[in-house]
Each structure stands twice: as C-alpha cells, then as structure tokens.
C-alpha cells in the first residue's frame, strides 16, 4: 500500500559499510557474506534494518520523492563511525526492505548525531514530499556552548601542529584482523585502504 510516511527504528550501534568492505588484488571491493568472520557483521546489519523497517511498517511503499530526518545516537562519543557514512548504509537496507524503490527518493536530509551509551539506536523518518514540506532556521547561540573539538584522520597530519596523529606503535607487532595470527608485514594483505592487515590463509578463504 502506497503511503506518505514511515519510521523506522533500529537498536544498536550504527555501524559503516566502508569499515567492512575489502579490496581484492585487482582494486574491486568486496562486502563479505556468511565467512563466519568479522566482516559479515555489516551484511547481517544491514539485513537487521531490512527486517526491522518492512516489520514496523508492514505494507508501506514510499515510491515519491522524500524528505528524511535521521536520528543516530552512538554508544560512545569518541568511538564512532563517521556519521557520513552511515548514511548510505543505512538507505541500503531501507532500500532492500522494500519501503522505498530506491535510495535517490531522498532528496532532502537532516542528520542529527546523539549519544546513549545504554540505548545506541538510529532513528529514521520518511515524509513523501507530495504532502510535507520541509523548514529549518541555524540561529547564534545566547551564549557559546562547550566546543566538540576533532582530531583528524590517523592517516594525515595535524594542520596544527603538522604531526601525524596515528600513535606510534611497534611496527613489528602485526596481527591478522580477522583469525589474531601474529605476522609479518610481508606475509601481511591489506584491507580498506590499509586499515585492516590479514594473514594470506585468511584473504584464500574470503575469495
């Protein structure tokens, strides 16, 4: 049945499709499925937001233009997901639900990022477009509330003080991200653009 809203509510830490995908040799990325490893977390989540979507609206179809307001609280406020990115994996599962057609609906935004360390959850509104509008106003604040400050990217350096913010660490203790084998970086493959070190016998069997 065809309607003009949904919400659509999901326990637990959100979590990124980008912290889950691999890279074969060839540069292809790869979201892996049923390895019985790490890595099928983000697949099984995002089958978790298929099934909690289509159950909490049962016979929806959002198939106009929409206007979405997400709401994501983390567990913790320094160890997160970009909130960027969880927003592409969360209007996949969305999408395979069957609620919307397809995620390009969406064609206004509004992410809010909060935090309950006892209830991490997103929330999700959809409102077709057809019969909601959307207003919102940015106004200076009376007086100034405490400053969130960030640090960037382990990978770059601080435009501050030019030092890399990657902590040093002995480089001759690697560890396979998947098994825990110890390893060498010569018999180690890389992952996700470097953030993710696996033994050989581990990449054999997610291929």
Do not use: W
């Amino acid at each position: 049945m065809t309607k003009n809203y949904a919400k659509i509510v999901v326990k637990g830490s959100p979590i990124s499709k980008s912290n889950f995908k691999l890279f074969n040799v060839q540069g292809r990325a790869i979201l892996p499925y049923k390895s019985g490893k790490y890595h099928d977390r983000y697949a099984l989540y995002e089958e978790e937001i298929a099934y909690e979507a289509r159950l909490q609206n049962p016979d929806t179809v959002l198939s106009e233009a929409l206007i979405a307001v997400l709401k994501v609280y983390y567990k913790s406020e320094k160890r997160h997901p970009d909130t960027n990115n969880i927003t592409k994996s969360i209007f996949d599962g969305i999408e395979k639900s069957g609620v919307i057609v397809n995620d390009a609906q969406v064609r206004r935004l509004i992410i809010e990022e909060f935090y309950d360390r006892e209830n991490p959850r997103f929330e999700l509104e959809l409102f077709a477009e057809s019969i909601y509008s959307m207003d919102y106003s940015i106004l200076k604040r009376d007086k100034p509330d405490k400053k969130i400050e960030y640090l960037p990217p382990c990978n770059k350096k601080n435009p501050l003080t030019k030092e890399s913010s990657k902590p040093k660490t002995d480089s001759s203790k690697l560890y396979c991200d998947i098994c825990g084998t110890s390893l060498k970086e010569e018999d180690a493959v890389s992952a996700n653009r470097g953030k993710i070190l696996i033994c050989r016998q581990c990449f054999k069997k997610l291929f």
